[in-house]
């Protein structure tokens, strides 16, 4: 079973940036098509970001584009998240997800990940 594990999240001001990374245990880690999700307090999980595992082809929850940035680098089995010009209404903890790549592609819905990460917060000041 591959593992996920989140990091670089913290505390920033409105306005500032701040990059997520996302490790896998997976040794073909290009099997995989990852995806970013968020959670807010007292809110469902929601589909932020993904990339394909294929041809890196990515897509966007409309209230991050353009200001967010997916990527990976399958070297390092890793995916990562560059995330600009924060607002208060992004924090949330935000959590990594894989699926494998032959189970298709392009999904934004939580329920078709099972393998997820243990979350790293991300807080923005105002």
């Known amino acids: 079973q591959v593992q996920l594990v989140e990091s670089g999240g913290g505390l920033v001001q409105a306005g500032a940036s701040l990059r997520l990374t996302c490790a896998a245990s997976a040794r073909t880690f290009n099997a995989y098509n990852m995806a970013w999700f968020r959670q807010a307090p007292g809110k469902e999980r929601e589909f932020v970001a993904s990339?394909?595992?294929?041809?890196?082809?990515?897509r966007y929850a409309d209230s991050v584009k353009g200001r967010f940035t997916i990527s990976r680098d399958d070297a390092k089995r890793s995916v990562y998240l560059q995330m600009n010009s924060l607002k208060p209404e992004d924090t949330a903890v935000y959590y990594c997800?894989?699926?494998?790549?032959?189970?298709?592609?392009?999904?934004?819905?939580?329920?078709?990940?099972?393998?997820w990460g243990q979350g790293t917060q991300v807080t923005v000041s105002s």
């Open positions: 997800a894989a699926k494998p790549r032959v189970m298709g592609w392009g999904f934004t819905s939580r329920t078709a990940y099972d393998i």
């Open positions: 990339i394909s595992g294929i041809d890196s082809n990515s």
